[in-house]
């Protein structure tokens, strides 16, 4: 890591009769914020991008204790550096790069006296800022009660906001599993429903007006506090919301909030390969990550889609298909508490798995581990049950709210699991904030809507949430999907089925379809070669220019020296040029899995499996058609794509 000290772009205190802007820019000078005190002494701040005002004055500020921290305050001269760090990271690329301006504010609140800081990171991609306010040296006083921010963001007019919306009352912000759709910023405060109201999940992604580039407001490093929604009010400006409402919430010790964050991009290339919510996370404990073998990406099988948990029997089997696919993983789970000695049948399940190279995970209420007395007591003590029969991880369920008791509860589980060896995969959850930076033995969570809506009334999927997921909930971290279901497509085809492999980025992927459908059936075996060699993390990914949200995603990512293509058409029937461009210089063999526009829609009972059909109307699809070819960067090649179609290509490096 290096540090270098700035010169301060004003020397003058922000103070209440001085008003002249604190000046923050980014290590290349694309990105600017400033922060400021208005004449009657309340902070404000701005972001800058390319010379135009993205987030327009805005107001900052947290209520403690009853306190407005933001209003009437004086602002100091801040202790301004510059940070440069590499670390390993995974998903889409395996180098990150952590290159900021950091400038530490000393705030004073002139009515009650309290000093805290303000601290902003400028990158070359963003801007963040946080609030770091001390406890007060008051014996009698145990926490600091936070009340709420006034933390908003005015948004540029001309921007278009993609939000997801789950169009259910209750149900919107408790697992982040909505249908990503969007509106003009003008238009956000009405676009929900009245009976769900105008409070949004993070992130909401910009496209910004001309061609400025994109912008996303979200949250990272979330520990020790609620977690943040967006309120929209009106005036294209967004408000900081959180679960306890009125009631607040309570926090031991020195406030340290997550950061607020402002995503900044040229393209959909750079917003989706930014590392600006990871980066804004801690490094790993180097003690209790002193040994990471045990974190291991992968794939699993999964029964619970297509026949539900059923009986030991069925899992056995499903580790057994899990060895034949080459597959790391099979994921017992709801019910399996419910078999007869169900601890011991699980270890045999374990034992079975470890001799055929599969690791088992296991399923489990958040309700049944969330007791926080004796510091978890519950949590660990069944934590060391789960080591004991040989599990290598826990797909944790049903938190369904990011208040605080369940953050604090979500990064207990994360510590203890890493104490013990384990993984975690969390679901019924609020999205990624970048704590898989500092506990990388998180290897996905939902909080998306995945697949699985494709047999619930809700469903099915249309295909243009799928064009869209690439470029607005995965662009804050891994998302556990669980894709891949050729029976129950919905307006999708297989094609487009295979291609949210490629498109979506999770380090534990966990397939929903039967194995037996993907391996064996005639109409579906073609194309299982190449879905088998998909990996589930990258060393580089780019998305191809022809890309828009909702419309159209087209991604190629690298692994070693071999490629994949996968493209999601998220509307109707078009023809799709692909460049070879991107590939460096060489001779490649392409296999290239396409909509077959001259098939007939195949039926479920066609796919050859014994599998469950709950809404019949949604089992037909598009089939798919597997060519070859030889390609280099100077070719290009015209594909149809079905309507909700899709494409995915392999790129296999000949040798010279």
């Not at 933001?70 to 602002?75: I, P």
């Not at 704590?435 to 099915?460: A, C, D, M, Q, S």
């Not at 991604?555 to 490629?563: E, F, L, P, T």
Request: proline content about 5%; glycine content about 8%.
């Amino acid at each position: 890591m290096k540090r270098f000290a700035l010169p301060l772009i004003v020397a003058c205190f922000a103070l209440v009769d001085c008003h002249a802007d604190e000046n923050m820019t980014s290590p290349d000078g694309k990105v600017a914020a400033s922060v400021f005190v208005t004449q009657s002494g309340d902070l404000r701040y701005r972001v800058q991008f390319k010379n135009q005002q993205v987030v327009e004055p805005s107001v900052l500020g947290i209520t403690v204790d009853g306190v407005d921290l933001g209003n009437g305050v004086m602002l100091g001269d801040p202790d301004t550096s510059v940070v440069d760090e590499t670390y390993v990271t995974r998903g889409n690329h395996t180098q990150a790069r952590n290159h900021y301006t950091v400038s530490k504010f000393p705030v004073h609140h002139n009515a009650s006296g309290r000093k805290y800081s303000l601290e902003f990171r400028v990158y070359d991609d963003g801007v963040a800022y946080r609030y770091v306010v001390p406890a007060e040296a008051r014996p009698s006083k145990t926490a600091q009660h936070v009340d709420g921010e006034t933390s908003s963001w005015k948004m540029m007019d001309g921007a278009k906001v993609w939000y997801f919306e789950r169009l259910a009352k209750g149900w919107k912000l408790k697992s982040y599993a909505g249908e990503w759709m969007s509106t003009d910023i003008n238009h956000l405060e009405t676009a929900t429903p009245a009976n769900v109201g105008p409070i949004q999940g993070t992130p909401l992604v910009f496209q910004l007006p001309g061609d400025l580039g994109y912008a996303a407001v979200t949250k990272a490093a979330l520990y020790n506090y609620s977690g943040m929604r967006l309120k929209a009010v009106g005036n294209r400006t967004v408000v900081a919301n959180f679960t306890e409402g009125d009631a607040g919430f309570d926090v031991h010790g020195t406030i340290v909030s997550p950061w607020r964050v402002t995503m900044l991009a040229d393209d959909l290339n750079e917003l989706v390969n930014s590392g600006l919510i990871t980066n804004l996370n801690p490094a790993p404990d180097p003690e209790l990550f002193a040994d990471t073998g045990y974190i291991q990406p992968g794939r699993s099988v999964w029964s619970w889609e297509t026949l539900g948990l059923d009986t030991p029997e069925t899992q056995r089997t499903f580790i057994d298909l899990a060895a034949k696919m080459g597959f790391e993983y099979s994921m017992v789970d709801d019910g399996w508490k419910d078999w007869d000695a169900p601890w011991d049948t699980v270890r045999s399940l374990c034992d079975h798995g470890r001799n055929k190279g599969v690791g088992v995970w296991l399923w489990v209420h958040s309700h049944d581990i969330h007791d926080p007395s004796n510091d978890y007591q519950q949590l660990r003590d069944y934590f060391d049950r789960v080591t004991a029969v040989g599990a290598v991880g826990l797909k944790i369920d049903f938190m369904d709210s990011e208040a605080k008791e369940k953050i604090d509860f979500e990064i207990a589980v994360l510590r203890n699991a890493a104490q013990r060896k384990l993984l975690i995969n969390f679901h019924g959850c609020h999205a990624s904030t970048g704590e898989e930076r500092t506990y990388p033995n998180e290897l996905t969570r939902e909080g998306i809507r995945g697949i699985e809506v494709n047999k619930h009334k809700e469903g099915p999927l249309p295909a243009s949430h799928n064009a869209a997921l690439p470029f607005t909930r995965f662009v804050v971290g891994h998302g556990d999907y669980t894709p891949i279901l050729y029976t129950s497509p919905g307006p999708t085809t297989w094609a487009h089925q295979l291609a949210t492999l490629v498109a979506f980025t999770s380090p534990l992927q966990v397939y929903a379809e039967h194995p037996d459908a993907m391996m064996k059936a005639p109409v579906l075996k073609q194309a299982f070669p190449v879905m088998q060699s998909i990996p589930t993390v990258w060393d580089e990914t780019i998305v191809l220019p022809d890309s828009r949200i909702g419309d159209v995603a087209a991604i190629a990512r690298r692994s070693g020296d071999d490629w994949f293509v996968g493209v999601l058409n998220g509307a109707g029937a078009r023809d799709y040029e692909l460049d070879f461009g991107f590939l460096p210089a060489g001779t490649y063999e392409a296999v290239i899995v396409s909509d077959d526009l001259d098939a007939e829609p195949v039926e479920l009972s066609s796919v050859g499996v014994n599998i469950k059909a709950k809404r019949k109307q949604w089992t037909t699809a598009v089939p798919f058609k597997v060519d070859r070819s030889s390609v280099d960067r100077s070719q290009k090649v015209k594909v149809p794509l079905a309507e909700g179609g899709g494409l995915v290509v392999q790129l296999i490096k000949q040798s010279n």
